[in-house]
């Protein structure tokens, strides 16, 4: 599973076992707070036993990744290369 700029949703629990893995992406400008939201995710995934990479929040990035800007194209590009990777390394 790749998780970009995902809402924390709490309480939704599990049915059954988790066994996967998980790449978590955020802007650091995102309107939804990295430590609060993206840090959060993968503190619960952990606490479940997944194998979890959370990447340092994308600098001046925001959410979506949207905008013509450097910081969000360098975000883009640089979540594709490790998404691509985390994909050929774990499917």
Known sequence: MVVFFAPYMDGLGLIGQLSLHV?????????????????????DLMNLSADSKLWDAYKGAVH????SDPANTDARAKSHTRTMSFFEATL
């Open 23 to 43: 790449e978590i992406h955020h802007g650091e400008n995102d309107f939804i707070p990295y430590a609060t939201n993206a840090q959060a995710i993968q503190k």
């Open 64 to 67: 979506g990744f949207v905008g």
